[in-house]
Structures are given as structure tokens and as C-alpha cells.
């Protein structure tokens, strides 16, 4: 066999052996994407009755709903949910790009001159964050089940409340990608200070005709209720991000695959020709030494 066909061969192996490890990952980036879809959704209905408790609880004559402003010189934590691993197209370049390039929310107004706490989660959001050079004292890897973020959430929530009471911190954003049927988009959500304004208000979409109450201390259920509120969105942000995440390696994985086929095509045709060119040698070989042969007979 010439070294061509040989070379082919080997090429074509490895292409096969590439394709079946594209073939796996991109069915556990699918199985993955529903399972953390799941857990997303199933916070929903939890979070709207969180959201209702709180408007309850923030409907009691005892509790004011003005909260102060927060101060503009305090520092501002941002959390960017990048991922751990690569292959996942533009994730964690497009989360971390909008982490950087973020004002802020526009009721907050400018956050050019606050200082800017980063809090790298995942280790491909964390190398892009250092690149960046952005004071970044905090980082965490991403949980890599869905069992793992609970524990996850609540290390956050130890953090977050260890800088508040260490720096006074006031204000916490979340960045993260959203999934979408095509992809993912970036999302910036305002996880301090709690909108209490906006809480209470969720008491007049109230559906029953009944409207609730309590018997409990009002500061103790306000208390207890923003825990949940900060757990969830938390928890609700982790599990979106990772759907996120394998919904880009998924589609990844897709790209991939047709690349590896496509190629694997080009090389099959190629061992197909010089196959057929070394058997069509081989066939001449053959007839010119049976013509020697045959000649110094006659």
C-alpha cells in the first residue's frame, strides 16, 4: 500500500474517532440543556410566591417601602457566569464583553467612577476577566450538576454577605446568558437593592378576591422572605446560564460535526481515487510483464 493510501487511512481513522467524541458531547449538551431548563422552570411558579409574600409583607403599616438611595462611591459587586470548560462558541466571550462594557441599570445612573467588584464564576470567564486586569477578588468554578448549585447559591450568598458587611456593599449585579431557540443572550439582572417599591405592587395583581394577611412579626416574614427571593434569583440565574452554556456547545458540537463529515467526505473520495489509481497501476504491472514475458517466448 503507497504512502498515500496509508496516510488517507490514518486521517480518515482519526476523523471517524473525532466524530464519535463529537457525537457524545453533543448528546450530553442536549440531555444537559433540558435538565437545567427543568430546574429553571420549576423555580418559576416558587419565585412569583416569593414575589407575593414579599408584597404582603411589604403591605404591613410597620414596614417602609422607600429604600434609601444607594451611595454612589460604595463599591458595586458585578457576578459574570462564565463556564469552566471550553467549547462553547462565544459564551463566555459575549457574557464577560457584556459585563465590561455595562453602565449599569440607567436608574442607577453612571457607574464609570464606582468602584467595581468582579466575581469570576467559571474558569473560561475567569482567564477573559484577568485579561481584562479588573479588580476581581472573588472567583468560584460552576457547579457541574444540578444537585451542586444549591450549595453553590449558598456559598454566593455567604460572599455577597461577608462584602457587605466588610465594605458596605450595596449594590449586587447579575450577569448571565439566557437560552433561546436559536442560542443564548445576555442578561443583567439587579439582585441588590431589592426593588421594594416594585414588590408591593405585585399585591394588586393579587387573584383571588381575598386579599391575605399574616399574624406573624412583619420583619421577621420580610426577613425570611428576602432570603428565598435572593436564593432563587441566584439559583434561577446559575441554572439559566448553564442551559445557556450547553445550548451554545450544543450548537457547537452541530458545526463541528457537519465540519468533521463534510471533511471525512472529501477524504473517503480522495482514498476512493487512489485506490482505484493503485489498482489501475497494479493492472498495467501486470499486463506489461505478461507482454515481456510472452514476447521473449515468441
Known sequence: MSSTLETLQKQIASGED?????????????TSVRQYEKAAESLDDYYHTVELGLSVALSSPSETVTAPAPDPRRPVMMLVFGSDHG???????QIVSHALESGGPPKWGSLENAPKLFVGIGEQALSRLNAAAVDMPESFNMPTSISAITPFIQLLLETIDRRRTAEGLERVLLFYNRPLKAGFSPETEILLPVDLAGLKETRLKWES??????????????SALLRQYFFVSLYRACALSLAAENTSRLAA?????KN????????KTAYQHERQAAITEELLDIISGFKAITGSQG
Open 87 to 93: 467549547l462553547a462558541g462565544r459564551f463566555n466571550e
Open 18 to 30: 473525532l466524530s464519535s467524541i463529537v457525537r457524545t458531547m453533543k448528546a450530553l449538551a442536549a
Open 260 to 267: 468533521i463529515n463534510e471533511r471525512l467526505g472529501e477524504l
Open 253 to 257: 458540537m452541530q458545526a463541528a460535526e
Open 209 to 222: 378576591r381575598s386579599l391575605p394577611t399574616f399574624t406573624m412579626p412583619s420583619g421577621q416574614l420580610l
